[in-house]
């Protein structure tokens, strides 16, 4: 019959299935028999001087890491087992010497490392009688994966001992998802119950993404960390992911929407600089493959809908609503109001209650320059033949703020927000009309707005009559005249010839403009 005893330093008093409580005391089975396990959560030291002689018997606790001592019983012993191995999750652990004859092994955890994930420091304890014992300590080293003996005289050499070991093994981490500076690798923000000698984690404010940013967590020192959990508000957020020396990392960022201002919701973790990113899912941060560097973004503006409750407001959508792009969930109304001094404006609002704003877009296209917004009583969007110029945003708190349209999608904050609206819309459309550039996009929209309304001719209007967003058949002769000029197709004749010298004067020259007389025309009461 075999009597080896293999230990298992994996193995902890909670939630381990493998671990029963039986005797007034915890155990598991080692292969041939049950191995006592005990569990320290504070460890006191006896400190000696650098002879190793006592100081006066004066004991000084260990802070910040636990210990649990793995004994085999007397009983087993009398009966001729031993140990023959020490394993981790079951897999073999190499460095060790001749360990048969040791009875205990009491293995060095950092007292925030709950699921036992990287183990620092192991004590195998030898008894020669009942006032005589042999001690032999091995380290484990992170980059060779394994345990090489540890030259330790006495209990007073962990204090310094401890730390370096921590450093070789790149600093398990628990990542505190509140923390604006400096914590501790526990995860706490004061050195109390921890060891000083440990260099702390710095956490730094990085901006990258549209109206979205992260924190950046990494040591002070030159150092990879190993993440074993998270922890807000004090409580523990785990991982769901197979117990192991885990991958070290040179940093971890958590990305925010830029107006949580108090990072109260973090949206997403990415471990080091690479695709692996994780997502909260029934309290447990869990990898998402899904997510990479190039669909991040997406993710972030899908995250801020759940969480945040922050919506994307379609600045071009010419429905009478429209459902948010990134959760499909949210209902925007949008009220139209056309013909108003020459251009039309569109009041967005969601339930007519106030609400928060994640990002804007022009149909498919993410707009730059416009910031994300709270407590929004809602946005009106002006308009010049489709296309929109001006946005003003509405707020409870900050009143209203106005936006005008630049080149390439980007938005700049106008300086005209004092003043009559009308002139400031008129002032700012004029302005916006010098830009060839916006010209070409006016003119594009206007004839893409010609191929709509085409496709809606002869439909039956008499049921949309009270409806702000109907367009009557003088607004579509209007349209239709514009793109022709451009060059467009009307009736299904297309029209080319008068497209750049009509374009011209459309813009500059309204009183030789055939389109502008047509349009003033059927802008007239009938």
């Known amino acids: 019959m075999s009597k080896n005893i293999n230990l298992d330093i994996s193995k902890r008093t909670e939630n381990d299935e493998d671990v029963f409580y039986s005797g007034g005391k915890f155990q598991y089975f080692a292969g041939n028999g049950y191995v006592t396990l005990v569990k320290k959560d504070t460890t006191k030291i006896k400190v000696r001087d650098l002879e190793g002689a006592l100081r006066e018997e004066k004991e000084e606790t260990l802070k910040g890491y636990r210990v649990y001592d793995h004994i085999i019983p007397n009983n087993l012993l009398e009966q001729g087992y031993y140990l023959n191995a020490i394993t981790y999750d079951g897999k073999p652990q190499k460095g060790f010497y001749d360990i048969s004859l040791y009875a205990t092994a009491s293995v060095f955890f950092f007292s925030h490392d709950e699921e036992n994930s990287l183990p620092l420091l192991i004590k195998l304890t030898r008894t020669i009688d009942d006032t005589s014992h042999i001690f032999d300590y091995y380290r484990f080293t992170g980059k060779k994966k394994t345990w090489s003996r540890e030259n330790i005289t006495n209990g007073s050499q962990l204090f310094t001992r401890l730390p370096e070991i921590a450093t070789d093994l790149e600093y398990p981490l628990v990542l505190n998802l509140d923390s604006v500076g400096e914590y501790c690798i526990n995860g706490q923000t004061t050195t109390k119950n921890f060891d000083y000698r440990i260099p702390k984690v710095r956490s730094e404010l990085q901006s990258e993404y549209i109206n979205y940013q992260y924190r950046k967590h990494s040591v002070i020192v030159e150092s990879q960390i190993r993440l074993v959990s998270t922890v807000k508000e004090g ?124 990002g804007f877009k022009d149909s498919q296209t993410p707009q730059s320059g416009l910031p994300s917004a709270k407590d929004v009583s809602n946005v009106c969007v002006y308009s010049y033949v489709g296309t929109p110029f001006l946005l003003q945003i509405n707020q409870e708190a900050d009143g209203h703020s106005w936006y005008r349209r630049g080149e390439n999608d980007k938005w700049i904050v106008s300086l005209e927000s004092l003043g009559e609206e009308d002139k400031i819309v008129s002032n700012i459309l004029a302005e916006t009309l010098r830009d060839p550039e916006l010209k070409g996009k006016f003119l594009e929209t206007a004839y893409h707005a010609l191929q709509r309304h085409k496709s809606s001719e002869g439909s039956d209007t008499s049921s949309e009559s009270s409806n702000l967003h109907t367009v009557s058949s003088r607004e579509q002769n209007s349209t239709n005249t514009v793109a022709a000029a451009a060059g467009g197709t009307v009736g299904g004749v297309t029209v080319t010839g008068l497209g750049t010298l009509e374009l011209y004067n459309f813009f500059t020259n309204s009183t030789r403009s055939v389109t502008r007389i047509i349009l003033a025309t059927f802008s007239k009461p009938m």
């Open 235 to 358: 409580n523990p957020i785990p991982f769901k992911r197979a117990k192991k020396f885990n991958r070290s990392y040179s940093e971890i960022n958590v990305y925010y929407w830029e107006l949580d201002y108090s990072y109260s919701q973090p949206l997403l973790i990415q471990l080091g600089n690479e695709d692996e990113f994780y997502t909260i899912q029934r309290k447990t941060w869990k990898i998402d493959h899904s997510i990479s560097s190039t669909t991040l973004y997406t993710h972030l503006e899908k995250k801020s809908c759940k969480y945040n409750d922050a919506h994307i407001i379609d600045i071009s959508n010419p429905n009478d609503y429209y459902f948010c792009s990134n959760c499909h969930g949210k209902m925007i109304s949008v009220r139209h109001e056309k013909n108003i001094h020459q251009y039309d404006r569109h009041l967005h609002t969601i339930d007519a209650t106030k609400f928060s704003i994640s």
